[in-house]
């Protein structure tokens, strides 16, 4: 064989290993935590100073333990900081949640907050409660929640998309059917939102915006026609992740704990782990 058929060949090979890795790339993970060693305070997406580490974890090493010892609502254990990631219109998050035995819910129809994503037309700092467009994954009174919320639209042009304001706040709530959760027991909590697409031209919005829900690997919420956006922002895109999990004050009936363990963000869907498996 010549040189010059030697090189036809390699780049040939070389092009093919190519194509194969394409279709053998996992879903695109944006980032993923899976809480094993102490020296994850130094990638500064939350205060490694509070972090409190903990063993008993979904898999690996060691799990993220919050604790509320009072009733003034305060976590013991971590603070909440901002991951910044690149912006998408569609998000996928996967970790694995634990309640403490004797779990007691607070009794109102929220509570407690636990993982938030934000989108970029706030500051870096900003929220989460009043901003353009926040997102909530949370456990509230044995179901699983998404929510919604926009509060700082209310005085743009199109104004509120989640719903009026109540309180001082609004917002579109999102629950599985059944009581799903389980005291002392890890379970999987999955979650996909996707931005509805607008009509730039005729000024209006498609309800074709996405929320779902797995829990344990089973879908347990699903809409395909919400809106999440307006005219008014027709850029916007999620770029930023928030875990700060707190109940409002004098909501506990005693003290309590949760646990969170293997989180994945992505722009597609990752699944449960297998058994014994460990993150992507």
């Given at each position: 064989m010549n040189r010059q058929s030697l090189s036809l060949l390699l780049f040939v090979l070389i092009t093919l290993t190519g194509a194969f890795a394409d279709e053998a790339k996992p879903a695109s993970v944006l980032f993923q935590e899976s809480f094993d060693d102490p020296k994850i305070g130094k990638r500064q997406?939350?205060?490694h100073t509070a972090l409190r580490m903990a063993g008993g974890?979904?898999?690996?090493?060691?799990?993220i333990e919050y604790?509320?010892?009072?009733?003034?609502g305060t976590v013991a254990g971590s603070s909440a900081m901002r991951h910044l990631f690149e912006p998408t219109d569609e998000i996928f998050i996967r970790y694995y949640l634990k309640l403490s035995k004797s779990w007691g819910w607070s009794g109102r129809s929220y509570h407690p907050h636990l993982t938030?994503?934000?989108t970029t037309e706030n500051t870096k700092w900003h929220g989460p409660a009043a901003s353009h467009l926040t997102l909530y994954i949370e456990p509230v009174n044995g179901k699983l929640r998404l929510a919604a919320q926009d509060i700082q639209n209310k005085d743009t042009p199109h104004g509120l998309t989640q719903g009026p304001i109540k309180g001082g706040y609004n917002g579109q709530m999102f629950d599985s059917g059944d009581e799903l959760f389980t005291d002392d027991a890890w379970h999987?909590?999955?979650?996909?939102?996707k931005l509805n697409t607008l009509d730039l031209k005729a000024d209006k919005v498609n309800a074709d915006g996405i929320?779902?829900?797995?829990?344990d690997d089973k879908l347990v919420i699903e809409h395909t026609d919400v809106i999440l956006r307006?005219?008014?922002?027709?850029?916007?895109?999620?770029?930023?992740?928030?875990?700060?999990p707190y109940f409002g004050p004098g909501l506990l009936p005693h003290a309590q704990k949760l646990w969170i363990d293997e989180m994945v963000v992505s722009t597609k869907?990752?699944?449960?782990?297998?058994?014994?498996?460990?993150?992507?």
């Open positions: 997406w939350y205060d974890s979904k898999a690996g090493a060691g799990c604790e509320w010892t009072d009733s003034s938030h994503f934000m999987c909590i999955e979650a996909q939102f929320v779902r829900g797995w829990f307006s005219t008014d922002f027709p850029n916007m895109k999620f770029n930023q992740f928030l875990m700060a869907r990752i699944g449960p782990l297998e058994s014994g498996a460990k993150a992507p």
